[in-house]
Structure formats: C-alpha cells, structure tokens
C-alpha cells in the first residue's frame, strides 16, 4: 500500500494510526507543517526564536497526534491548533522566565505582525492593535514615543501575571475562546481579563 492518504479524513487516518499502519504519522506531520509555520509566525513577536518556535510546534504536532481522543475532542485540526499553540506559548514563558524580561522589552510595537484574528487576519503594526484599545480614531489615538512609555509603564505595573499572558496571545491575533483553551483557564475569566486589559490601556492611551 502507498502512502498517498489524500481524501481520507484525519479521523479516519488517526484511527488507522492506532491499529499501526506506518506512513501516517509522516503524512500527517507532514500536513500541518504549514500551521506550524504560521503559528511560529504569530508568536515570533513574543521575542522567541523562529526556528526554536518551529521545533516546538512540531512537537505539539506530535502530541497532537498522540493524545487526540475522537471520541472527545473537536476535529483533529482544531485540536492539532491547540496542541501547537499550547507547546509554543508554554516554551516562550520557560525562555522568559530565564530572562526575567518585562513583555514590551522584547515587543517591538511598531514591527509588523500578522494579526490573525477569529475572521481571518492581515498584515498590521502591533501598535494599531493597542490603538484600537482606545474610543478615539486611529489617528487621534496613535501611540507616539511619550505615550508609548507610558502603555509600557501601565503593561508592567498595573496588569496582572494572568492579565500579562492574555495579552500577549491577544497580540499574536488570539481571540479570547482561542486563549482561554491555550492557558487552560475557563472562557468567561479569560474574557473578563480581556476587557480588564482594554479598560486598563484605554486609559493609559486616552490620558
């Protein structure tokens, strides 16, 4: 038998996985290669490395293919997804963790970044995403130099440990049903934190 498995659902593929047909692993990780490039994409502006964040998501991969339940979980891309964005975040907080770095020291907010939302996403500066924190207009509430430092200020000082991981995946174009599952953390804290966050750099931004 060859190892063309186009057409065949990943459940169905997982299920013959189990039963120990070769080849399939390889074609799956295969498959998702390109979502792990994505993901390591997004998540590059969190100050890891890109080729560290690929090694990582292709481990998630891994797992993915290890531990998906049919019976369970959603589709296996989507738990695929989880899994990848899981094992990247959590190798981003070790390597932060050994660099006691505070989040915007390594978040350069004029870089571009996808912003790769619930709806799709496109290419954008990660300060018109805090931008569109405050009510005002984009022109009116363009972050300049003096205000930058202080959204800085007000990241480090008044947002919580908790508060701190949301918004970093928010920045990568998380939406908050997609962050609540990465952090293991129910949806309606994470978005409670979500709008905390908004309220907090609102006012910092509005000042």
Not at 39 to 67: N, P, V
Not at 81 to 97: I, P
Not at 102 to 127: F, H, M
Not at 128 to 143: G, R, T, Y
Request: net charge negative.
């Amino acid at each position: 038998m060859g190892n063309d498995y186009t057409g065949i659902s990943d459940e169905e593929l997982i299920v013959r996985l189990r039963d120990g047909e070769v080849g399939i692993t390889d074609f799956l990780m295969n498959k998702y290669k390109n979502l792990v490039r994505k993901k390591a994409k997004s998540m590059y502006i969190l100050g890891a490395d890109g080729e560290d964040l690929i090694q990582e998501g292709m481990i998630g991969l891994f797992k993915a293919l290890r531990d998906y339940d049919i019976g369970r979980d959603a589709s296996f891309l989507t738990f695929a997804d989880l899994c990848v964005s899981r094992q990247m975040y959590t190798a981003v907080q070790a390597s932060r963790r050994k660099k006691h770095t505070p989040l915007n020291s390594y978040v350069s907010l004029y870089s571009d970044v996808t912003e790769k939302g619930e709806n799709g996403g496109e290419e954008t500066e990660l300060v018109n995403v805090l931008s569109s924190f405050s009510d005002k207009s984009p022109e009116e509430a363009w972050i300049d130099k003096e205000n930058l430092l202080l959204l800085e200020q007000t990241i480090d000082k008044e947002l919580s440990g908790f508060e701190k991981q949301v918004l970093d995946l928010y920045l990568t174009g998380m939406g908050y049903v997609q962050i609540a599952k990465v952090l293991g953390r129910d949806e309606k804290s994470t978005d409670n934190a979500l709008q905390r966050i908004k309220s907090k750099l609102r006012r910092a931004i509005g000042r």
